[in-house]
């Protein structure tokens, strides 16, 4: 594990072919690599030690590897390459979501060259099961590849009375959707009122990724699992 601390660079221009990442190799940081890097399969390339800006002063080609991003709504890893994109073979774009993702464009990857290759050389991974879609796009006009969150998330009550009143995913139907029975989405917003409140003791099964949660009940919610 190849990492760039913040305050400093790595010059890898003097290698032949540039700085090559293959099997169990990761090369990760806040700050500049000076030369071409080449992320072949089994390979990640990760801006940040958490959520952070990696400079390639040079040409990225990326072919079979994985970028891992972290991201929320305010944030995320990017990687600029102030030389030339290339996407070759399939390569992953892996996300840790931080926080639920509303809808909207966050880049991942600025170029200031050229391109070759496209987003069908690109595979999308860890995003949550949702009622939003993510997508990977290239943005012709700003050079970057983006991911697009669209659709509409559910807005959910809180009714509760099923398999111990769990708040699971994709699941239980424990909550009202318009009135009908539903089950809950990553990304959906949550209310809990008076109308669940004879099922106030809420098990939280899992990994939950919810969009806002609103609390507005004369009776006390507890959370717990």
Excluded: C
């Amino acid at each position: 594990h190849l990492s760039v601390p913040a305050g400093s660079a790595l010059d890898v221009s003097a290698m032949a072919g540039g700085l090559v990442l293959g099997t169990g190799q990761k090369l990760s940081g806040n700050r500049t690599i000076v030369g071409n890097v080449t992320v072949n399969a089994g390979a990640t390339l990760s801006a940040g030690a958490s959520v952070g800006l990696l400079t390639l002063a040079g040409n990225l080609t990326l072919n079979g590897g994985t970028n891992s991003v972290e991201i929320s709504e305010l944030t995320n890893d990017v990687v600029n390459v102030t030389g030339n994109l290339t996407l070759s073979g399939v390569s992953t774009i892996n996300l840790t979501l931080l926080a639920s993702l509303p809808v909207g464009t966050y880049p991942l990857i600025k170029y200031a060259g050229t391109i070759s290759g496209s987003v069908a050389n690109l595979q999308l991974a860890g995003y949550p099961l949702s009622r939003l879609s993510a997508a990977l796009s290239h943005n012709v006009g700003s050079k970057s590849i983006d991911l697009v969150i669209s659709g509409t998330s559910g807005a959910l009550v809180w009714q509760g009375g099923l398999n111990g009143n769990a708040w699971d995913v994709a699941s239980t139907t424990n909550w009202l959707n318009g009135g009908s029975p539903d089950y809950f989405l990553n990304g959906d917003g949550v209310t809990f009122n008076d109308a669940g409140a004879a099922n106030n003791g809420v098990n939280l099964v899992g990994a939950l990724s919810a969009g806002p949660v609103a609390v507005n009940a004369v009776a006390d919610y507890t959370f717990g699992g």
